[in-house]
């Protein structure tokens, strides 16, 4: 019977099940695994790519582990590059200019041809709002010359020496390099992950009142809110008039979820008005708030509350403060909005809400440096600004701009250095953003 049946099955199908299982079968993205490898002296290794194994390679046999490293000096506290083949490289940024090394390394063990260390310095620059980045390569080789035993090297990078063309404003500048070892006798290659760092020299800083995520032209679009910050490349950003399951006119939305998902930026959330779920607007099951929202690039890794004069039968409103690091380098952002309106009442309740806000920022918000990003709802001249003004810098005219018609503003600690203060037209919302380009370093740095 057996051999009726084979009979009666076609060759070409015969042959699919005679191969042999682990063909077939999906494999993990990445995963390694021994193989026979004809004439090797040793188990050969494959690897799983898109689903299904490659081909048996050669394997040097070698009983020690091959481990080019490559690790940074003076980058800072908690900010050193160490990456290795089994450990990415993540990114390190840093804000103060700075003189570091990285060291290229190889254990004892392995015949070494050439230990080398290799990668590209970007310098991105800005002129008249067009930014282009400048990019050279840079190969440092040590010879081995066969030996076992360990080796290193290192190279110094100087911040400094990494400089835009003549009238370019230098933004920043990125490192990314490797280690890679390369055997004696045509033993093979092995490198690392690359390690990267980057010297930001400008933040970038919006405030929007993005108004519920309804435009000019009356459509809500929270998306269009969130590719226009994207857009920006600003580093931070304080909104304010952000809904959380509010009403229809934002669809019952959780906006702060929708905009760190959109943005894929850390973010906080204060809800000025925070009330029970109405049944007839979002339901029960969530609490109607609307508030200010405070969005980063960086890890925001504290944040505080507090709530700004509150005169009977007013809205209330409330100030939102984030403890941000850049690699080691902690600072304070602020989003906050201001009572609306033009009667003397309404400037008279701006007036106790912008001294209260003062207080909050120089008690509570956290530590200096601190940027506030505000919808003050009040002109430049405006009397209430004055307890704004006394304690903090106002980023349009540090960076040399003339009076403006705005009720949107960024402050700073005094004396940091503005780059660029400048209005966003967007019709997203009805505010325009503003951004400003603020450094946490002296004027004097290049």
């Known amino acids: 019977m057996a051999s009726l049946v084979l009979k009666l099955i076609p060759f070409s199908l015969l042959g699919l099940l005679l191969i042999a299982p682990e063909s077939q079968a999906a494999c993990i993205e990445g995963a390694r695994s021994s193989c026979e490898y004809p004439g090797g002296e040793c188990p050969g290794e494959k690897v799983c790519n898109d689903g299904q194994w490659s081909d048996c390679e050669p394997r040097v046999c070698n009983p020690v582990e091959i481990s080019p490293t490559l690790r940074s000096v003076g980058l800072g506290t908690a900010n050193e590059i160490f990456v290795s083949r089994t450990s990415s490289g993540l990114l390190r940024p840093f804000v103060h200019s700075r003189v570091f090394s990285l060291i290229a390394q190889i254990n004892s063990g392995p015949a070494v041809q050439t230990l080398r260390m290799s990668g590209t310095v970007g310098v991105t620059c800005e ?22 035993a360990g080796l290193s090297f290192s ?8 400089v835009c063309p003549t009238g ?13 070892v390369i055997l004696a006798n045509a033993g093979g290659t092995f490198a690392t992950y690359p390690g990267k760092a980057e010297y930001l020299r400008w933040l970038k800083f919006m405030t929007w009142n993005i108004h519920h995520g309804v435009g000019r032209d009356g459509v809500l679009n929270l998306q269009a809110i969130s590719n226009t910050l994207l857009a920006s490349g600003a580093h931070f950003a304080g909104f304010q008039d952000v809904d959380n ?12 979820a929708m905009l760190q998902q959109q943005t894929g930026m850390s973010m906080r959330y204060s809800p000025s008005v925070d009330e029970g779920g109405n049944i007839f607007q979002c339901g029960t099951s969530h609490r109607k708030q609307y508030g200010n929202l405070l969005l980063s690039r960086f890890p925001i890794v504290a944040d505080s509350i507090g709530f700004l004069y509150h005169p009977v039968d007013y809205e209330r409103r409330s100030a939102l403060s984030g403890v941000v690091s850049i690699g080691g380098t902690q600072l304070t952002i602020v989003s906050s909005h201001l009572h609306h309106g033009t009667s003397p009442t309404d400037g008279l309740i701006r007036n106790f809400q912008a001294e209260s806000l ?21 002109p430049e001249n405006a009397a209430e600004l004055s307890w704004v003004n006394a304690g903090m810098q106002d980023a349009w005219f540090a960076a040399g701009n003339p009076s403006s018609d705005r009720i949107d503003y960024i402050y ?23 951004m400003a380009w603020v450094a946490l370093e002296p004027a004097t740095v290049p």
Not at 136 to 145: I, L
Request: glycine content about 6%; overall charge negative; hydrophobic content about 30%.
């Open 168 to 180: 370019y404003r230098r933004l920043s500048v990125s490192y990314e390099a490797r280690t890679t």
């Open 155 to 162: 190279r110094t990078f100087d911040t400094s020496t990494a």
């Open 127 to 148: 002129l008249d709002g067009v930014e282009t980045t400048f990019t050279s390569s840079f190969q440092q080789d040590q010879n081995g010359n066969g030996t076992t």
């Open 412 to 434: 700073t600690t005094p004396g940091l250095p503005v780059a660029r203060a400048f209005k966003l037209p967007s019709n997203a919302s009805d505010h325009d953003a503003v």
């Open 358 to 378: 003062m207080v909050f920022i120089s008690n509570h918000a956290g530590p200096a440096p601190k940027i506030l990003m505000a919808d003050l709802n009040a």
């Open 245 to 256: 399951h509010w009403s229809g006119r934002s669809d019952c939305q959780n906006q702060p």
